[in-house]
């Protein structure tokens, strides 16, 4: 009864609130979804649902010609009154009849070309019409699941199994925002939310925003995954083909050219379909344009289709982008997935310029209770009604929400979750109290028992407990770890504490303790798998380690916007090791390396002395231009890659067992990742500092370089690694610069040569240098292929690597395996 009831609300609240609304259908009665709708000679528009349905909001009495615009069909026109008593005007649209001889072009020239060139010359022009903008937003975003697995490689998928049907099909997310935004191109954004609804979660914030829809033709390059070509970019022509398919005169009376537009190469990003081009300054009418995944380098996407409508104003003689819809399907591992996003943009208005401090850092706004708005607030400001899908899953997930929050079900839900399994010895166990917010973890041994030439075959497990406050997003988190090696036959025991004070200025407390084996680089360029296979297949001895009983504090926030600043204090113990264990998978006489970094083949001298020391380190993040949303339960911080991040640091060694052990470090690092047009993505990592009464400091305190002996690498960030550099070759206590640079063409050149576009992969070009005090600088040149792999899994990387110094050093092979990440 209480859903009828609400039901029979919600219909009623759409007829008192809506004040025209209607069908858009087709001549044979079929609805049009996501017709173009509005009034003339006004910034008032709508779009039609999937049913066909549409409203629109109009709030001063009066007489207004409607107007009905659908790609492929005639504008139909309606004349209605309006005297704030809800109005009802259907349109039925007829097929478009196009001309193939309204436009007269020299027959040897391909018409399509020649209007394509017009719009290009006019593009700057017709842009800067819309330049700068006030406007009402809305958008709305709904995924589908269609046959959900019930597990995958064996992991139950049970999620959703309260919100799909029996075919393990329907709706995983519906959102709706509305916004006031202020543009001014090329890229500056101010938005503030109005309302924000996700269905099922009265606490929710839609990820919807007017940034992330801003998707303009007259740009160069569209935003997606890579820079994906305009078909009337200056350089269309390297990348299109144009074909006239006829014109037809809209509701101006003004001649509307359709050229289809196919790629020349469908390896690259492009975008096939239709753009309409008006005929008199050569401004776009509308586009309905599809890309796939594969030349978006985005593997689990299938297609992308997007949409677009403008409406002309007679009165300021602008075209304005009125509609937008994307419709995409995904698909790995049996999910498929597909999804629509609704953009409605209305009450344009366009100033000749904005106040000083109308763009700010914080680009995006949530209004206070934005996220708590009634059923009836929506009914007055949604301009596109809902369907009765959506509306059935606003009612279905309301209704299910309230019963998942009670402590009945979250504790019924537990008892099914908290079942412990003798597997769970090894793999892992959770012991969750969902209601109240915590939950005690264990965490097995499959994926922490490795091995090394000190411990041998060592083990790790572990007990924590978290609590969290999710209106907040803060949190509490303590735990212990255990450490055993077996051939040292030794146990090491640490612990720790975090707490997450804040979502505003993430201000972080970080508590340890205990006794732990360290790599000397406390970069760990080794990771633990690819050093016990190194190890055990190759009788390879990479890792080098020393123990550190010790006990730190770290504490880290935010000061203001883009800068952060981190103090840490610890004290401990450091001790050599030695190896304990010569075992291997290979039959052989050879002996591991000792486990002196600098002496390898010395099993007699360590390669510290047991000492202890205090340090104390502060550290500055810069984040210049850095941009930010804000949201009722906090700050988050977007990147802005038009400039670069610099890290300041300063270390202070102290309180040692001996003076010779203490030292002041001064380093710095600035790093910039920028993209450069749809030629690629280049990323910059310069580091420097200098030692100061470091002459007999401890090697554990020396500058180390991530070096890389095993040709294997996690396939993750090469701006930080010497992938052809012994690992401790050239540790310092000196003065240090470290630069590496890295280029990705994300597909621009590889998708142009013939059979090796076919792998759909990237080049990557890289060059390192390393110089430090009475040794020659140190230089790497590679070349690489990323993006490898099969189908849709494209996990991997390959790359060549040739290293200078005084002359010729060698060269190497790296496998990139991205998936180690995962493991590790």
């Not at 609805?31 to 066909?52: C, H, L, M, R, W």
């Not at 914030?205 to 820079?227: G, I, P, R």
């Not at 401890?698 to 992938?723: E, K």
Request: aromatic residues 14%.
């Amino acid at each position: 009864m209480k859903k009828i009831t609400s039901l029979l609300f919600l219909l009623f609240s759409i007829i008192s609130f809506a004040q025209i609304k209607g069908t858009v259908s087709d001549s044979k009665g079929a609805p049009i979804a996501f017709a173009n709708i509005y009034v003339k000679d006004t910034y008032i528009s709508t779009t039609s649902n999937e049913q066909g349905k549409y409203e629109l909001n109009i709030k001063t009495p009066g007489t207004y010609v409607i107007l009905f615009q659908y790609l492929g069909y005639k504008t139909d026109k309606k004349v209605v009154e309006y005297d704030k008593v809800p109005q009802f005007a259907d349109a039925i649209l007829i097929e478009e009849d196009l001309q193939l001889t309204e436009i007269s072009i020299d027959p040897k020239a391909n018409p399509a070309n020649e209007i394509i060139k017009k719009a290009i010359v006019n593009r700057k022009e017709n842009s800067s019409k819309t330049s700068k903008y006030n406007a009402d937003f809305y958008s709305r975003g709904i995924f589908r699941v269609k046959n959900l697995p019930k597990s995958i490689m064996g992991q139950k998928l049970d999620f959703f199994d309260d919100v799909i049907d029996s075919t393990r099909s329907g709706i995983l997310y519906l959102s709706e925002t509305v916004s006031k935004i202020t543009f001014q191109k090329p890229d500056k954004m101010k938005e503030v939310i109005v309302a924000s609804k996700v269905s099922g979660n009265d606490n929710g914030f839609s990820f919807n925003n007017a940034a992330q829809a801003n998707f303009d033709f007259y740009e160069n390059y569209l935003e997606f995954d890579v820079k994906v070509v305009s078909p009337i970019a200056d350089n269309a022509f390297n990348y299109y083909k144009y074909k006239f398919d006829g014109s037809f005169a809209d509701e101006n009376n003004k001649i509307i050219n359709k050229i289809k537009v196919t790629a020349k190469r469908n390896s690259e990003p492009v975008m096939e379909g239709f753009i309409y081009i008006e005929d008199d300054n050569y401004a776009i009418y509308a586009v309905d344009l599809s890309i796939k995944g594969s030349q978006m380098q985005n593997p689990a996407l299938n297609t992308l289709v997007l949409k677009q409508n403008f409406s002309y104003n007679s009165k300021t003689k602008i075209w304005t982008k009125n509609t937008q819809t994307i419709d995409f399907v995904a698909g790995m591992l049996g999910i498929n997935i597909s999804g629509n996003f609704t953009y409605v943009y209305s009450n344009f208005e366009f100033p000749e310029k904005f106040q000083k401090k109308t763009f700010t850092s914080e680009v995006l706004k949530f209004e206070e209770n934005a996220n708590k708005k009634e059923d009836s607030f929506w009914e007055t400001i949604r301009p596109v009604p809902l369907t009765v899908e959506e509306s059935t899953d606003y009612l279905k997930k309301d209704a299910l929400q309230t019963k998942k929050k009670s402590q009945k079900y979250l504790d019924s839900t537990d008892n099914k979750r908290n079942k412990f399994s003798l597997t769970d010895i090894i793999a892992g166990y959770s012991y969750r109290n969902t209601f109240k917010k915590w939950s005690l973890n264990y965490e097995g041994p499959l994926l922490s028992t490795t091995f090394n030439t000190v411990q041998g075959w060592k083990t790790q497990v572990g007990l924590s407990y978290f609590k969290r406050d999710e209106d907040t997003r803060t949190f509490t988190r303590f735990g212990t770890r255990f450490d055993y090696g077996f051939a040292e036959k030794k146990l090491r025991i640490s612990g720790s504490f975090t707490r997450k004070f804040n979502n505003i200025d993430n201000s972080y407390l970080n508590i340890y303790g205990g006794s732990s084996v360290n790599q000397f680089n406390g970069s760990n360029p080794i990771s633990n798998i690819v050093n016990s296979v190194s190890s055990l297949a190759f009788k390879n001895n990479f890792m080098k380690l020393y123990e550190k009983n010790f006990v730190s504090t770290n504490f880290s926030r935010e000061v203001i916007n883009g800068l952060n600043m981190n103090l840490n204090i610890e004290y401990s113990e450091r001790k050599p090791l030695w190896n304990t264990t010569n075992q291997s998978f290979v039959k052989s006489s050879d002996v591991y390396s000792s486990n002196n970094p600098l002496l390898p083949n010395d099993f007699i001298t360590p390669a510290i002395d047991k000492h202890n020391l205090a340090k104390a380190s502060i550290n500055a993040r810069i984040k210049f231009g850095q941009q930010y949303w804000t949201r009722p339960d906090g700050k988050y911080n977007i990147g802005n890659e038009k400039y670069p991040n610099i890290n300041l640091s300063y270390e202070k060694a102290f309180a040692a067992t001996d003076k010779k052990y203490e030292y002041d470090l001064v380093s710095a690092r600035i790093s910039h990742y920028l993209t450069i047009g749809n030629k690629g993505e280049m990323n910059l990592n310069l580091k420097a500092g200098k030692f100061f009464n470091a002459q007999n400091i401890s090697f554990v305190d020396y500058r180390h370089f991530n070096g890389n002996q095993t040709h294997i690498s996690n396939g993750d960030v090469y701006t930080n690694v010497f992938n052809n550099l012994p690992y401790y070759t050239a540790s310092t206590n000196d003065s240090f610069i470290e630069f590496h640079a890295e280029h990705n063409d994300k597909g621009y050149l590889m998708n142009k040569i013939p059979l090796l576009n076919k792998l759909k992969s990237q080049l990557v070009l890289g060059f390192h240098n390393l110089a430090i005090p009475e040794r020659k600088p140190y230089q790497e040149v590679s070349i690489g292929l990323d993006n490898l792999g099969f189908g849709k899994f494209r996990l991997l990387r390959v790359d060549y690597i040739r290293s200078y110094q005084n002359g010729y050093q060698g060269d190497a092979v790296v496998f990139g395996l991205k998936f180690l990440n995962i493991v590790e």
